[in-house]
Structures are given as structure tokens and as C-alpha cells.
């Protein structure tokens, strides 16, 4: 089992950065894939961006690719969303998932491979 909590959600300006955290605790956060997932009102939970067990192999979604940069410190369990150039669009509550994977490099796209979920943390963006 595997506990996870959001923190660093905000209210910030168009063009501003914003840095998410996501600590584990319970079993081995090493072995777990991670992903973050956002909801913005009125849409469906989407997926952000994921990371491999291994931290080797990453993905974004469109959407933030280029903006957005996902990285795992396993020494304090934690993975951060560093989130640059935020957009309008961008606004929603964002949640960080864990999943044990197939492979030290498997990552995951899709919200119903995840195993674990966090609770969520709001980012609010003013343009």
C-alpha cells in the first residue's frame, strides 16, 4: 500500500511557474511508476505526464510538453511536477498516481493502470 499527498497547488499569473510535489510513504516508493492526472472543471481527469520506476523514460501529453517537467527524488520519496509557462488552460485540480509497473522503464498514460492516487492539490492560473 502506498499513500500519496499533493502539495504546492496555487493561485498564480499566466506566464508564472509553479512547482507540485507528491510524497509517498507506506511500501518502497522506488518501485512504483508514477503519473500526474489533472481534472479541470466541468472535464474529465487527464493525463499530465508520467515516470518510469527507474526515472529513465518520461512522457507528457501535449498539452504541456516542453512546459512541464516531471522528476522523482526516491532518496526522500518524492516526485515533483515542475510546471513552467503556465497557461488558462492549465487551471485544475492535479492529482499524482502510483503503479506497480511491468518493468524499471514502464511508464503509464492511462488513469485506469494506475494502482494509487493522491487526493489532489488546486492550481489556479489569472490571466
Known amino acids: 500500500q502506498v499513500q500519496l499527498v499533493e502539495s504546492g497547488g496555487g493561485l498564480v499569473q499566466a506566464g508564472d511557474s509553479l512547482k507540485l510535489s507528491c510524497a509517498a510513504s507506506?511500501?518502497?516508493?522506488?518501485?512504483?511508476?508514477m503519473g500526474w492526472f489533472r481534472r479541470a472543471p466541468g472535464k474529465e481527469r487527464e493525463f499530465v505526464t508520467a515516470?518510469?520506476?527507474?526515472?529513465?523514460?518520461?512522457y507528457y501529453a501535449d498539452s504541456v510538453k516542453g512546459r512541464f517537467t516531471i522528476s522523482r527524488d526516491s532518496a526522500k520519496n518524492t516526485v515533483i511536477l515542475q510546471m513552467n509557462r503556465l497557461k488558462p488552460e492549465d487551471p485544475a485540480v492535479y492529482y499524482c498516481?502510483?503503479?506497480?509497473?511491468?518493468?524499471?522503464?514502464?511508464?503509464?498514460?492511462?488513469?485506469?493502470?494506475?494502482?494509487?492516487w493522491g487526493q489532489g492539490t488546486q492550481v489556479t492560473v489569472s490571466s
Open positions: 498516481a502510483a503503479k506497480t509497473p511491468f518493468s524499471a522503464g514502464s511508464y503509464y498514460s492511462r488513469q485506469n493502470e494506475y494502482d494509487y
Open positions: 507506506g511500501r518502497t516508493f522506488s518501485g512504483y511508476a
Open positions: 515516470i518510469s520506476w527507474s526515472a529513465v523514460n518520461t
